[in-house]
């Protein structure tokens, strides 16, 4: 390697299994470059929180992280930790340093059947993670009167709406999105398509939100048409917009192989949706891509904190460790591909195809012999199974 890697080490389960897959699965057979920071509550507690922040930096700076999973703290974990302040969700704090958009594809195994027949490739989300209802302004309305949306411009000027005349009482919201974010959120979409070489779908609900979601629709088609039509044509790979409705009908026709562009509601509750219907979160793998094209990978799951609590108390664990396992490999890629290393590439597929070899031969971790058609499989614990994995990678 000659760039390092911007190391996010985490919490809990996670934490342990970062452990284990650096030491069985990555250090004995690369020269392993990082720059280290320790995302552990712990330590972004004694930092108060600068050590997330510095993390997102390096990440801008050298372009290619790897995150554990971390505690987002809450008032459980307060007591637990002994916080000096709720410390925010890490995971948000680099998305708004990065403006990234978070893309999520399951992992593919034979013998993992997706509960939709027809799915044979991943589908990929790609969640705009900024504003809408997220970002919302709401009133509960006591009783009769007039409710109106209003704009008051740098210059005094004002535009306004009437939303309702309200005769009883009710609830009003107010929500916004930006055009740069928009416009963010669609670049990252088209470029990432060109770099997975896959199709870009993205819906909303345009015919009943003719400014607000129109907006979104008119700035993605003005992108696609002066910056990127043929470069996809190039690429052989397609782009089209549909109503939101038709969006989900198709996605359940389709073979999958695609990108699932979202806005952030859509792209929240579909993911959820998407990623249950493969089979298990343990085999998801999520990215944070930055406008500027900055990666982040990481497990789409979290810290596992059940099973940690096992560990500590010397109990084995049933953790899968299949996503932690892939967002290092998709970082390695990644980083070999920016700094023309073949070989660091190479070894990526080669670890990624080792893990995928291991389940299909039947063995595995509890969750997903619960799920599988493969009969007669091995079922084994945390780190029997990263074993599993080093066994296959060495005898290819
Ligand atoms: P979770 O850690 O994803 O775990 C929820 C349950 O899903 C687990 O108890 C386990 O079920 C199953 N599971 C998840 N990952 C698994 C794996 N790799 N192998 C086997 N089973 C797995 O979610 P959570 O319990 O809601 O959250 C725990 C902590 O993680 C929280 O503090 C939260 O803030 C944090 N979190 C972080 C991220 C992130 O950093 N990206 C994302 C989500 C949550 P069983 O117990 O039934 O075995
Ligand atoms: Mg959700």
């Given amino acids: 390697m000659t760039t390092p890697l911007v190391e996010m080490d985490g919490d809990e389960m996670t934490r342990i299994i970062w452990r284990m897959v650096k030491d069985e699965l990555l250090l004995p057979y690369i020269d392993l470059k990082t720059e280290y920071y320790d995302l552990g509550l712990e330590h972004r507690n004694e930092t108060d ?25 809450n008032a459980a974990r ?49 969640r ?15 009783g009769a009167g007039k409710a109106e949306l209003v704009f008051t411009g740098e210059d005094g000027t004002q535009i306004r709406e009437t939303i309702h005349n309200f005769t009883g009482p009710g609830i009003l919201q107010g929500i916004h999105n930006t055009d740069e974010s928009i416009r963010n959120f669609a670049k990252t979409c088209f470029n990432y398509a060109l770099d997975t070489k896959q199709d870009l779908w993205f819906a909303t609900k345009d015919t009943i ?5 129109h907006n979104f629709k008119d700035i993605f088609q003005e992108i696609y048409d002066a910056e990127y039509k043929e470069k996809f044509d190039a690429a052989g790979i397609e782009y089209f917009y549909t109503l939101i409705d038709d969006a989900v009908a198709r996605v359940m026709r389709d073979k999958g192989g695609f990108i699932w562009a979202c806005k952030n509601y859509d792209g929240d509750v579909m993911s959820d949706m998407v990623s249950s219907a493969f089979g298990d979160l343990a085999m998801m793998t999520s990215v944070l891509v930055s406008p500027s094209g900055a990666y ?22 049933t953790t899968n460790s299949v996503a932690t396992i892939f967002a290092w490999t998709g970082a390695l890629r990644k980083r070999g591909e920016l700094d023309g290393i073949s070989e660091l590439m190479q070894f990526a597929d080669k670890l990624e ?3 995928i070899q291991t389940i299909e031969g039947g063995k595995m971790t509890k969750g997903l012999s619960l799920i599988t058609s493969i009969q007669n499989v091995t079922v084994l614990d945390c780190e029997e199974f990263i ?8 005898a290819m």
């Avoid at 930096?57 to 372009?63: F, I, P, Q, R, V």
């Avoid at 609590?309 to 084995?316: A, D, R, S």
């Fill in 296 to 317: 982040e990978y990481e497990a789409a799951h979290g810290t596992v904190q059940r099973h940690y609590y096992q560990y500590l108390k010397g109990e084995k664990t």
């Fill in 128 to 142: 705009h993670a900024y504003g809408d209802v997220y970002k919302n302004t709401e009133i509960k309305v006591p």
């Fill in 78 to 126: 307060m007591t637990e930790y002994n916080l000096k302040e709720m410390w925010k969700s890490p995971n948000g704090t680099i998305r708004a340093a990065l403006d990234g958009t978070v893309f999520r594809a399951p992992i593919i195994v034979k013998g993992i059947e997706p509960y939709v027949r027809n799915w044979e490739k991943p589908i990929t989300l790609a």
């Fill in 209 to 213: 939100s003719k400014k607000y979601d």
């Fill in 387 to 394: 074993k599993a994995i080093k066994a296959t990678f060495d």
């Fill in 353 to 355: 195809k080792a893990t």
């Fill in 49 to 73: 929180d600068q050590v997330t922040i510095d993390s997102a930096e390096a990440t801008k700076k050298y372009g290619v992280a790897v995150k554990c999973a971390t505690i987002t703290p």
